[in-house]
């Protein structure tokens, strides 16, 4: 080799696209990795009961790979950062799970820690902080396939391969994705107004998270209160919501699976917009009807729990029931209930007009029961 061969600079773009053209028959195998990773990641989340925005899954990008591996080493710019980067590029497939709330980073590291075998976890929010840089908050782990899974057929073929998943909640995500149009990465040479507004943001942002995680737990607090509370049979001070609701008709009318949290949510609407205020009221209301009988004589059979809860607040408050629901201005609507109103009267059922707008004290219902 001579002289001039020896002092000839590294060639950076040759060596990324070297890397690629290694990299591009192996593409699609860290496609299939990416995809059973995140499939043993949904399944784990579903197991667990754990709630995320989403999961995402890809194997790294040609020309991602073509500039990560054509920088230079901070130790010595004349040399890659990468002398093997198919090697040394631990992200070529990557997953990323985003969260709705702090708390649920917790869980899911307790997640990946039990369903893989983890390599590495690193916090890049505090690595930004050390090294004096703008960023977003996240947790990246590099992760392998358990060895129990890996003895089975379906997984053996990714052995030892490395596996990126990053986790942030949904506004951390929100600044990552906006930080690719940043220029700035060290604050040392950012001007002072810009830094300044930096620091603010990002102090909304933290911020921000902190609130909605605080939101969560007030709320969870509060449902178990109130499920405590209906099932002690304390409703004077329980708020009507789709939860509260659920815990009190499963246990006067006993649970039903097939009703969905919609159904739920209805219910909870539609009883507001009915006066009510309180779930004791509501027990007022129906306090004297037998559910099942009523569904008998109006449908012919034994309806669903929402069902059969609709027709005794139809008999508890009689033609008030059909003035004050979402559908009164529909003839078929007021037919059919005045039909069925008829059809209790019929039977021997005592219809009432209670009103929870009086708050109980006037127009309540009968003691008498059907």
Known sequence: MTETESESPFDFAAHGNSAVARYLPRQAFYGDLASVVKRIVMESLDRRGIKVQSVEARPKDAASLSKKAAQP??????????????????????IRIITYFPGTLTEIDQLLQHEFDVVERSDKGAELVQEDRFGYQSVHYLVRISQQRAALPEYQRFGNSITEVQVRTILQHAWAEIEHDIQYKSASVIPTEIRRRFGSLAGMLEMA??????????????????????????????????????????????????????SYDWEARLLKR?????????????AEYDDDELSRIAEGSRQGQTTRFELMLLAGMGERYIDRHPWSSMAWFRDRHAVHLQEFRDAGAEIQDYDPRDDGTANSPSERPM
């Open 73 to 94: 080493s901070e130790s010595d710019p004349s040399m890659p950062k990468y002398p093997d980067p198919l090697a040394q590029i631990t992200d070529l497939a990557g």
């Open 209 to 262: 998270d902190r609130e909605f995680q605080a939101i969560q737990d007030e709320d969870r607090a509060l449902a178990e209160e109130a499920r405590a509370r209906v099932e002690g049979g304390q409703l004077e001070d329980v708020e009507i919501t789709p939860d509260s609701l659920k815990a009190f008709l499963d246990k006067r009318l006993g649970p039903d699976g097939r009703i969905s949290d919609f």
């Open 274 to 286: 009915l006066g009510f205020r309180t779930l004791e009221q509501v027990s007022k209301t129906i």
